[in-house]
């Protein structure tokens, strides 16, 4: 078996990912970060042997067969492109692209590459996402005709620890993000589970903005939005965006014509699957049941120990076995920037009251150039470019109090 070189661009998140690289019989070469305090922490973990660097560009000279990107959310497009014109593989964490433009440019690059691009999109390699693909695959459940997820990561808000860690500064993606845009955990289960594609989103907002005396400095009153696709196959999709209705909690369901499946809320995991009692399988014995998913992967104590309900683990195992098999991953660079689209476009709908959007399919030269030159951003640029639109449904900012208390959390880095 191959080794494989690969550098990390990002520590903060990348270096969750550093045991499962080496799990997985690849070696970590180099590793990039601007900020000191994680280049630190990434020598502490991996010691002598691999290369450092807070300047890209050296980092980018570097040898390397493959790169997980886990840098700023809204900027991966731009790093993923000069990869992919290198030559190197790219895993890419969380999202693909922050414009409709650099969706485009991405597809060209990576149509031209020799290297794979794959989106390091953990939530469908959970335990019980594993399990409702496997369900949905045995092509009991029929036709599918509607699927919902649900991404709820509510934050503490007198605890200023997490914005030492994940804002430290006011200008940070996460204070501009609209609550569309990190929509890919709850989607990217759907589509996996019933291979289904988005043609058509529409969004409405959850207008909730924070109102006591909390550590806040995000410019979005926007709790969450719920957003709705029509599918290439005709089904439905509802979802969210990353939500904070007031419990931490991750749910899926997938509905067919004979059948459903999801994953039970507060049970730490369960399955229900049900099917009609006219169309109950032969072989299932009672048409309604709840229950734990298998735990019979060959590295299940690998995957036990992965963050993510496992899908840390199994993601780096699927991108590293699609490049020593020469395959395309299921989760290429159509499957990422289809999401990217979804994320952007819901969140010009829930502007526009609803308004529907033809999701583009970036296959086809027509769709591309209709968004080659869309590069409309709700966040602050590399380079301190201001803002192009709105991050919330109506105007909203923190308070003096909030940004003080915010201010004051991130003093003591």
């Not at 969750?16 to 502490?44: G, P, T």
């Not at 699927?147 to 503490?156: C, L, M, S, T």
């Not at 207008?207 to 410019?219: D, Y």
Request: some cysteine; overall charge negative.
């Amino acid at each position: 078996m191959k080794t494989i070189k690969m550098g990390i661009f990002g520590c903060n998140r990348g270096m969750n990912f550093a045991n499962h690289i080496m799990m997985n019989n690849a070696e970590i070469v180099a590793v990039c970060d601007k900020d000191e305090r994680w280049l630190n922490k990434a020598k502490e973990k991996l010691g002598d042997g691999v290369a450092y660097y807070s300047d890209f560009e050296e980092f980018f000279k570097h040898d390397m067969d493959a790169v997980l990107l886990a840098n700023y959310f809204n900027e991966h497009a731009p790093f993923a492109i000069r990869f992919l014109e290198k030559g190197v593989h790219v895993l890419s964490e969380c999202t693909p692209a922050g414009t409709m433009a650099e969706c485009v440019e991405l597809v060209e690059a990576a149509e031209k590459s020799t290297a794979t691009y794959m989106i390091c999109e953990n939530y469908p390699f959970m335990t019980f996402n594993r399990e409702i693909t496997r369900i949905c695959e045995t092509g009991t459940l029929g036709k599918f005709m509607f699927a919902e997820g649900e991404y709820n990561h509510p934050g503490h808000g007198k605890d200023a620890s997490f914005s030492r860690t994940y804002i430290p500064y006011e200008k940070h993606w996460r204070n501009y993000l609209p609550a569309t845009y990190y929509c890919t955990h709850a989607l990217a289960p759907l589509m996996y589970a019933t291979g289904a594609t988005p043609k058509r989103v529409t969004a409405f907002p959850i207008w909730a903005p924070p109102t006591e005396k909390i550590v806040c400095s995000k410019h979005s009153g926007d709790r969450t939005a719920i957003i709705t696709t029509l599918n290439d196959d005709d089904s439905v999709f509802r979802f969210t965006g990353c939500a904070a209705f007031g419990h931490e909690e991750n749910s899926y369901r997938v509905c067919g014509t004979k059948g459903q499946v999801e994953n039970l809320r507060g049970t730490g995991g369960k399955i229900s699957l049900n099917y009609s009692w006219w169309d109950k399988p032969e072989n299932v014995e009672n048409n309604s049941t709840v229950y734990e998913p298998e735990k019979n992967d060959p590295d299940q104590e690998l995957i036990d120990k992965a963050g993510h309900g496992g899908g840390d683990f199994v993601v780096m195992r699927e991108f590293l076995n699609a490049l020593r098999e020469n395959r395309r991953p299921k989760m290429d660079v159509y499957f990422a920037t289809v999401m990217s689209a979804v994320a952007i476009l819901s969140h010009r709908s829930l502007m526009e009251g609803g308004m529907p959007y033809d999701v583009p399919d970036f296959r086809k030269q027509e769709d591309r150039d209709k968004w080659r030159e869309d590069r409309s951003t709700p966040f602050y640029g590399y380079n301190g470019e201001e803002p192009t639109i709105p991050c919330s449904s109506k105007p909203w900012h923190p308070s003096e109090e909030q940004l003080k208390a915010y201010f004051e959390g991130i003093k003591n880095r």
